[in-house]
């Protein structure tokens, strides 16, 4: 089903139950010369080895992500105060534990290496607790994935490639750990990651563990792509739920402009067209 709507003059797409590869003249940015496309798929022996994952994606552009909102700080906290009063066993709840258990698939140990959301819900849900609020965008994230407990994610485009896959590693690529430019290692062959293909640059190790430096969100992103992950039972409806949550929030708190999309098994490829004025 296809949803567009118009809104502050820009049309919105929203793509649910198939691939829409649509190619309007949306972004601008040196970087893209001639209306270069970008790429963003998963790797097909993923969807085989895991059949009820699906990725929800959130492309925003003209994102106001500077300051602070009060509206959105306090959404929050309720949310955060939410999770402390009615905490998830990270253990057995079904939304955790699928994810641990997809972890240790790949040879990864969730107890070492917990996939984000659950490392977030273990830390919210002690009582009194608190996470700096770091800019919009990433309050979005962890609002998300506070209330969904769900995988959360996001990259600034601007600083990344034109083709990025969610793949099984060589052991070849690179990774610079957030808030690390200093340090550079490699995944594990066989480790999940989300790569920019034509630099073997790690965005994301161990599928949702911990995100890369190079294309991390700060005040001065204005061009998102958000992957919302589900796993699971009802994966599919979870993950559309989560995805345009997030894509009305950054409307509503950045002044975002969004397309949605959902991969899928049968739709695990999404191209986006971009047109350059200088």
């Known amino acids: 089903m296809l949803d567009i709507r118009q809104a502050g003059g820009a049309l919105k797409w929203k793509v649910f139950n198939r691939l829409i590869l649509f190619h309007p003249p949306v972004f601008s940015h040196a970087k893209y010369k001639g209306g270069a496309m970008v790429e963003i798929q998963i790797q097909e022996d993923i969807f085989r080895e ?28 309720k949310v955060i105060a939410g999770a402390a009063e009615n ?8 939304r955790t ?6 972890h240790r698939q790949f040879n990864s140990n ?59 590693a060589t052991g070849k690529e690179t990774f610079t750990p957030l808030g690390r430019p200093d340090i550079s ?16 640059e790690v965005m994301c190790r161990r599928w949702n563990w911990r995100n ?28 559309v739920e ?15 402009e969004t397309r949605t999309t959902l991969l899928t098994p049968s739709n695990f490829l999404y191209q986006l067209e971009q047109e350059i004025t200088n």
């Open 185 to 200: 290692e490699h995944p594990y062959p066989g480790e999940i990651i989300y790569v920019v293909v034509e630099s073997n």
């Open 212 to 239: 890369g430096h190079k294309t991390r969100i700060t005040e001065e992103t204005q061009t998102i792509i958000m992957n919302i992950d589900a796993l699971g039972e009802q994966s599919e409806a979870r993950a």
């Open 110 to 168: 969730p107890n070492k290496f917990p996939p984000a959301h659950c490392a977030l819900l273990k830390r919210v849900q002690k009582s009194g607790a608190q996470i700096p609020f770091i800019n919009k965008i990433v309050a979005i994230m962890n609002y998300n994935s506070i209330k969904d407990a769900t995988p959360v994610g996001g990259d600034d485009l601007m600083h990344a490639g034109q083709c990025l896959e969610l793949r099984y």
């Open 87 to 94: 905490p998830r066993d990270i253990k057995s709840n079904p």
């Open 50 to 77: 895991y059949p009820t994952f699906r990725r929800g994606i959130v492309v925003a552009r003209n994102v106001n992500n500077k300051g602070r909102s009060r509206a959105l700080e306090a959404r929050l906290a």
């Open 242 to 256: 989560t995805r345009d949550r997030v894509a009305g929030m950054l409307e509503e708190f950045c002044q975002a």
């Open 97 to 102: 534990a699928v994810w641990n258990e997809a």
